[in-house]
């Protein structure tokens, strides 16, 4: 597969995401971008995941290996004040063998957010 990024709006690469499941370790500025997200800070992250393919909608590709991956968390961001927002996460992909993802930053989404914003001209578009 070619280096590059991938979008699930236009098709992600072949790649066994059941690998990633596992304990979830937050970095510094993750745990700052929680402190400070526009909608509020999440009442709690989780503190393990078992990712699944749907939940997947982004991958970063280098050497020919996933090296970073997206994913989207319906309805797991709620707030302090309540309100129920999808927790997304950008992940270092896992070293194979391990049982962690460390996550590098993440924020809070409205549920109803339908990407109108993506930038497809930053993508590689992958048909299988």
Same mark, same amino acid.
């Given at each position: 597969?070619?280096?590059?990024?991938?979008?699930?709006?236009?098709?992600?690469?072949?790649?066994?995401?059941?690998?990633?499941?596992?304990?979830?370790?937050?970095?510094?500025?993750?745990?700052?971008? +929680?402190?400070?997200?526009?909608?509020? %800070?999440?009442?709690?992250?989780?503190?393990?995941?078992?990712?699944?393919?749907?939940?997947?909608?982004? %991958?970063?590709?280098?050497?020919?290996? %996933?090296?970073?991956?997206?994913?989207?968390?319906?309805?797991?961001?709620?707030?302090?004040?309540?309100?129920?927002?999808?927790?997304?996460?950008?992940?270092?992909?896992?070293?194979?063998?391990?049982?962690?993802?460390? %996550?590098?930053?993440?924020?809070?989404?409205?549920?109803?957010?339908?990407?109108?914003?993506?930038?497809?001209?930053?993508?590689?578009?992958? +048909?299988?």
């Amino acid at each position: 597969m070619k280096d590059g990024l991938y979008h699930a709006e236009l098709g992600l690469p072949p790649v066994n995401f059941t690998t990633f499941a596992t304990t979830l370790c937050y970095s510094n500025h993750a745990r700052q971008a +929680a402190l400070h997200d526009r909608y509020g %800070v999440p009442a709690s992250v989780p503190k393990h995941h078992q990712f699944a393919p749907a939940e997947i909608f982004e %991958v970063e590709v280098a050497a020919g290996k %996933v090296v970073k991956f997206c994913a989207r968390l319906k309805n797991a961001g709620k707030t302090t004040a309540g309100k129920t927002f999808d927790l997304v996460l950008a992940c270092s992909a896992p070293e194979p063998h391990t049982a962690a993802v460390f %996550v590098r930053t993440l924020w809070l989404n409205e549920p109803g957010d339908n990407h109108s914003t993506l930038d497809k001209s930053k993508y590689i578009p992958y +048909a299988s």
